[in-house]
């Protein structure tokens, strides 16, 4: 088991690299890491970014 999540760390860092070039952001959702397409924020707080499987737990910061 801790082979499969190394190797799907990986994917993931490789897969998100380039894309955080340009977006600037991705999910902060725990061990997710995809391109955040979500984000979240009220009046002079700090936002917060989620890919569109997580962007429900946005829902907590608003
Ligand atoms: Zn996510």
Redesign the pocket.
């Known amino acids: 088991m801790s082979d499969e999540l190394i190797k799907l760390a990986e994917g993931l860092a490789s897969a998100t690299r380039d894309a955080q070039k340009v977006l600037g952001h991705?999910?902060?959702?725990s061990g997710?890491?995809?391109v955040?397409g979500w984000g979240f924020a009220r009046p002079r707080m700090e936002s917060h970014w989620?890919?569109?499987?997580?962007?429900a737990?946005g829902d907590r910061y608003l």
Not at 50 to 55: K, L, S, V
Request: contains cysteine; charged residues 35%; negative net charge.
């Open positions: 991705i999910c902060e959702h997710c890491g995809k955040a989620f890919c569109f499987e997580h962007r737990d």
